[in-house]
């Protein structure tokens, strides 16, 4: 099945070199050039020969939601306004590959992107602050932040994989996937809100004692532990939503 999936994979790459104009050297200087404005205009705080000013970590959530909101809506959306949906479709690669591979690829891209602006604002912290020493992220700063971007990314591709297939446009899909998106960030907000004014007092005062007393490696831990469970539940649902057939109905 992996080898059906880096199928997959090479096959979105292949599409989105000719989406911007088939030309590998072009296409990686305008990134290159793209990644170094964005590195430019960071604003970094350095003590102590480590990176601390935490706006750098924005990266970690932006590059996810920008890369593949500007990738998935072409997964299957994509291939239905090229007219190649039915050839995809008649292919003997699995049901699950489709989906994985079609979710792997915006999630590998948005990582990958993710690591190469972080890597501009390392070259750019020492240019800037690097004269008594190499600078560097701090460790559990970084990996939490790789770890982020990644099950982030999963989370909006698997939403944005299951909306492509639904759409028969790519603008559609792309509309969708925001409304999806947004419902699925605010409504747990507002319900958490709605149940903080609901519970009891003393329930409530246990509860802020509980979350005060975690450190921030835990509540982070708990975080990316429960992003990714969340991630897991959306995959699986999707691929259990999965039918070739309804896929070629949608219009």
């Known amino acids: 099945m992996f080898a059906e999936i880096a199928a997959i994979m090479w096959k ?31 604003p970094l705080e350095v003590n102590n020969g480590a990176i601390v000013d935490y706006s750098w970590n924005l990266v970690w959530i932006t590059m996810p939601l920008a890369v593949v909101f500007g990738l998935v809506g072409f997964s299957f959306a994509g291939e239905r306004e090229t007219h190649t949906l039915p050839t995809l479709l008649a292919s003997p690669l699995s049901d699950r590959a489709l989906v994985l ?35 560097l992220y701090a460790p559990e ?3 939490s932040g790789i770890i982020t971007s990644f099950l982030l990314a999963t989370f909006i591709a698997t939403l944005g994989v299951y909306r492509s297939a639904c759409a028969p446009t790519i603008r559609q899909a792309q509309t969708s996937l ?26 409530k005062q ?44 949608v219009n």
Not at 12 to 34: K, P
Not at 181 to 203: D, E, R, S, Y
Not at 218 to 247: E, G, H, P, Q, Y
Request: glycine share 4%; charged share 10%.
């Open 12 to 42: 979105e790459w292949r599409q989105l070199l000719q989406r911007t104009g088939g030309n590998l050297l072009v296409f990686t200087i305008r990134i290159v050039l793209s990644f170094s404005f964005i590195a430019l205009i960071i």
């Open 101 to 135: 591979g079609k979710i792997a690829f915006p999630v590998t891209y948005a990582v990958f992107s993710s690591l190469i602006i972080s890597l501009c604002l390392l070259v750019k912290a020492n240019i800037l602050h690097g004269n008594n020493g190499l600078i």
């Open 141 to 143: 700063s970084f990996y």
């Open 178 to 203: 925001l409304l999806t998106v947004a419902i699925a960030v605010f409504l747990p907000l507002i319900l958490f809100v709605a149940t903080g004014f609901l519970l009891p007092q003393n329930i």
């Open 206 to 249: 246990n509860l802020i004692t509980s979350l005060e007393s975690l450190n921030s490696f835990n509540m982070t831990a708990i975080s990316l532990l429960a992003l990714a469970c969340v991630d897991l539940i959306a995959i699986f649902l999707v691929m259990k939503w999965f039918d070739r057939d309804r896929l070629l109905t």
